[in-house]
């Protein structure tokens, strides 16, 4: 039996994460979810890299926040 393997992550530099509404009034784990990705304030954004954990949290927070890719220069 073999153990599940995770595809190959693209090869983009990340994602630029914005937070668009207020993690106040919304559960203490959501809160602490921002708080990991680096988002500490209404409308900051943050560039963070492009994996399977990162998106997770994303996705936990997906109406809170608003997700780009990182346009390589």
């Known amino acids: 039996m073999n ?3 995770l595809p190959a992550e ?3 530099a990340g994602l630029r994460v914005k937070q668009i509404r207020s993690g106040i009034g919304h559960p203490d784990t959501m809160r602490r979810t ?3 990705l680096g988002l500490r304030h209404h409308q900051q954004v ?3 890299p492009d994996n399977a954990s990162i998106r997770g949290m994303i996705y936990k927070v997906r109406h809170l926040v608003e997700v780009s ?5």
């Not at 890719?69 to 220069?73: F, G, I, K, S, T």
């Open 10 to 12: 693209p090869a983009r």
């Open 3 to 5: 153990a599940a393997t």
């Open 46 to 48: 943050v560039v963070v």
């Open 34 to 36: 921002l708080a990991a």
């Open 69 to 73: 890719p990182v346009e390589e220069a």
